[in-house]
DNA sequence: TTGTCGCGGGG
DNA sequence: GTGTACGCGACAA
């Protein structure tokens, strides 16, 4: 199945990487049952080139049982690529080597012949009629879309020698009249061109032909500004589905694409939308010859990783990343539309605004993806989506099975072991001085090569082998765009290929652990063993950095906090992590990460960090959570900013003042609500009403509103005689609004029970009670506090294990 | 109370 | 035409 066999750069094993086939700049890929394969190209970047192609339709069978019984010819042939010689039935099985299941591929001229063959053959078998080959067992068939069966079967991949600069993008937004396309209208269109100038197209009244007109106009726009790439947030979600929905609805035909005549697609994806035909379905919508990129995605997949964003809004997002400018237009969703009809030039500023952030948060997020797309034959949209393991590797891993001949292993359950995860072991809590942290970067994949841990059915080797040329091409990849100019081209490939290889070496542990069949070499045994051998890593690690004089305060997976006795150096905290280090298996290496002045240790997982700048950092739910109310959460920081300075007056200062704002309604009301979203409609909540109140309605209702939309997003607070609201735009809220009336004993009360614990840890009980002593209390003077000190505590098990 | 499901986003 | 996780709230049992 070697199809074009290389002649180029790109030889060897780095196929099972690379692919084999150099053919540059591909775009776009739209392949069909019949056979015949698209390919967009964009040469140097330059102008667009459409190509056409034939591709045998295959797919691998375990069996070759139902082809002979269906009495349907067939030839046996070397490369079912290339399918039989002149003269020879159309059907071609090529037999794989090695000791995998599925070890037959089968093409055709059209998908429909070996389908219908096949089928015919399964039907007698199985006694039951079958008319599409995913109704085989799973484990007797792999089945991919066409598009990926071309991108598997030539070698090819998408982006070869194009930069992601060299791609024509082009964003769109849409500004409604509602969420709903079933009621609601579109009456205004934003579109970034690739070149950067933004129009809005704009319906001139409210009825079916202006909005037909509008929609009329759209497509014209996309046609004649034929970009690659089609770009916004949250576009998987709700622009193309309602888009869709609408033009359906009015008769408008949507001709998007670049196919003449071929309307929108669906693929079923998990993260789609519900299809209109079988709401069990969850569909995403394609654009034949562009790739539909929903930054949504991008950004979770970031956030995946980072956590450390506030929502997953384009707003909010943007605002986190600086791409949003200090002007910037902000109308709360529900009333665009409103605003639309007395100052259409605020929602074309906002419009506008949108669609250029999504442009720069699609550039600084999306890099990824687009290195991911030269690697694996998937198309660019879907890796774009995918998880890394089952949706990026395992593709890869059939690619390379494929490509040298072999034979695929089927999809196998496991055998009802249990998978045994990372260590994690809190030895101190409470506070902490002179802190170090050290850690193994990528541990798992670093075991894994150490130890050669690989999946037992993996023949080829081939996932190991991807994880050793992954690290090394990494290296190469970093350094080489260390090497580049800041800000070119060049620079942000480099930086985006060793992104999307960083993604994929650590995904290759995931890979093994996957539970249920999820992938196809999925071996829990294996997975055990790396975790064994890293829980083995960390106690040796644990045990020789405590052996060395440190005390050690929380380890986790694959790094450690300790403390280092007062007179040591930075030289002395880095020369036993270079110890312990030596100590630990070749290509695991452990890092000295970063030194601190103080730590605050509650909870496995959440602590507070001072750095000797006086930076303060919170880790973990008990220190910082949406949800919490401001005032607590910054009585928080404050507080612990003055507890890791070793100032407990100060701590007890914080308290009594946090109190006494409170109590004065010196607090703005803005800190004390919490940020809810309302789910409920007023009729929905109105009819649970009866058996269930829930406070955040009752809020509405106390506040005289009774008419909120479902998913709408508000701030609520406690008053003495119930809840008021807040209204929130896009995360923010008016600061002049600020009556003052929340319910101060509760907030007081609120104050103790859920924040002020936090600091529980760091003081002994009498203590903890004298810093924390209500003002009214007995008289308390600072001689009182003079003796309190942050206590360390270490908890016994956890030393014991150590042994 | 406990377990399961679905959400996160878009106007 | 498969398949991320995590924490949380809603709902059913």
């Not at 384009?314 to 237009?329: I, M, N, S, T």
């Not at 700048?613 to 900013?641: C, K």
């Amino acid at each position: 199945m070697a199809g074009v066999r290389a002649s180029f750069g790109v030889t060897g094993d780095d196929a099972w990487l690379w692919g084999w086939d150099a053919t540059p700049a591909i775009v776009s890929v739209h392949a069909d049952d019949r056979g015949e394969a698209h390919i967009w190209r964009r040469p140097g970047g330059g102008s667009l080139v459409h190509e056409t192609a034939r591709f045998r339709p295959w797919a691998l069978l375990a069996t070759l049982d139902d082809l002979e019984a269906s009495g349907v010819p067939f030839a046996h042939v070397d490369n079912a690529a290339e399918g039989p010689p002149v003269g020879s039935p159309d059907i071609a099985v090529q037999t794989l080597r090695g000791p995998g299941a599925l070890r037959h591929i089968v093409s055709a001229t059209r998908w429909r012949t070996l389908e219908a063959a096949v089928c015919r053959g399964a039907s007698q078998r199985l006694g039951r009629r079958l008319t599409r080959l995913q109704q085989l067992p799973p484990g007797e068939r792999h089945v991919l879309p066409p598009d990926e069966q071309y991108l598997v079967a030539t070698g090819r991949t998408y982006f070869r020698d194009l930069t992601f600069a060299q791609l024509h993008r082009l964003q769109f937004d849409l500004e409604t009249t509602g969420l709903d396309p079933t009621q609601h209208r579109i009456f205004l269109i934003a579109v970034r061109a690739p070149d950067g100038r933004v129009r809005c197209l704009e319906a001139t009244g409210d009825d079916d032909a202006a909005e037909v007109a509008l929609l009329r106009r759209f497509v014209k726009v996309v046609r004649a500004l034929d970009p690659d790439v089609i770009e916004n947030h949250n576009l998987h979600g709700f622009d193309l589905p309602f888009v869709r929905t609408r033009a359906k609805r009015l008769g408008v035909p949507l001709h998007l694409g670049r196919l003449d005549g071929v309307p929108l697609l669906e693929r079923a994806a998990q993260r789609g939308a519900r299809s209109e035909r079988d709401t069990e379905r969850r569909v995403r919508v394609v654009i034949p010859g562009r790739e539909c990129i929903d930054t949504l995605d991008a950004v979770r997949r970031y956030d995946f990783a980072v956590r450390e964003l506030p929502g997953h809004g384009l707003k909010a997002v943007a605002r986190h990343f600086g791409l949003a400018g200090p002007d910037r237009e902000r109308i709360p969703g529900d009333r665009i539309h409103a605003v639309w009809r007395t100052d259409p030039d605020r929602v074309r500023r906002y419009a506008t605004a949108d669609v250029v952030e999504v442009e720069g948060l699609a550039r600084l997020l999306g890099g990824a993806a687009f290195a991911l797309a030269r690697m694996a034959p998937r198309r660019y949209e879907r890796l774009a989506d995918a998880g890394p393991a089952t949706g990026v590797i395992d593709p890869m891993l059939v690619r390379a099975y494929v490509h040298a001949g072999h034979a695929l292993p089927a999809h196998e359950e496991g055998d009802g072991t249990v998978h045994v995860g990372a260590a994690l072991h809190l030895f101190t809590a409470g506070v902490a001085t002179r802190v170090v942290k050290a850690d193994v970067a990528s541990l798992y994949p670093s075991l894994m090569r150490a130890f050669r841990i690989g999946p037992r059915r993996d023949a080829l080797g081939a996932l190991l082998f991807l994880v050793d040329r992954l690290v090394d091409q990494r290296l190469d990849a970093k350094a080489r765009g260390r090497a580049a100019p800041p800000g070119s081209d060049e620079r942000f490939t480099l930086e985006a290929v060793s992104a999307a290889m960083k993604l994929l070496v650590n995904s290759a542990y995931g890979y093994l652990a996957a539970g249920g069949g999820l992938t196809r070499f999925a071996d829990v045994h294996a997975a055990n063993e790396v975790t064994r051998r890293g829980r083995e890593t960390l106690h040796v690690m644990c045990r020789e950095l405590a052996a060395r004089g440190t005390t050690l305060v929380e380890a986790d997976t694959d790094g450690v906090f300790f403390a280092v006795p007062e007179h040591w150096t930075e030289a002395d905290e880095r020369r036993v992590v270079a110890e312990v280090d030596a100590l630990l298996p070749p290509l695991v290496r452990l890092e000295f990460d970063g030194r601190y002045a103080a730590m605050l240790s509650h909870e496995p997982k959440n602590y507070a960090l001072r750095a000797y700048d006086g930076t303060l950092t919170l880790r973990g739910v008990a220190f910082r959570s949406s949800r919490a109310e401001p005032f607590g959460e910054q009585f928080l920081r404050e507080a612990i900013a003055h507890l890791l300075a070793g100032d407990v007056a100060a701590v007890r200062a914080a308290y009594l003042r946090t109190v006494d704002a409170l109590h004065a309604g010196a607090v703005p009301t803005v800190h004390v609500a919490a940020r809810v979203r309302l789910r409920k409609s007023p009729d929905a909540y109105a009819r649970v009403r009866a058996t269930r109140r829930e406070f955040p309605y009752e809020a509405m209702l106390a506040a005289g509103r009774d008419d909120w939309e479902a998913w709408q997003r508000v701030r609520v607070y406690r008053t003495p005689t119930g809840g008021a609201v807040i209204d929130e735009i896009d995360g923010d809220v008016d600061a002049a609004h600020d009556p003052r009336d929340y319910d101060r004993a509760y907030y007081i009360a609120l104050l103790r029970r859920t924040f002020v614990t936090r600091l529980a840890r760091a003081f002994t009980p009498d203590d903890f009670a004298r810093v924390f002593a209500d003002p009214g209390q007995l008289p308390l003077f600072d001689s009182d506090l003079a003796s309190v000190r942050p206590v360390a505590t270490a908890i016994p098990e956890a030393w014991a294990a150590l042994q």
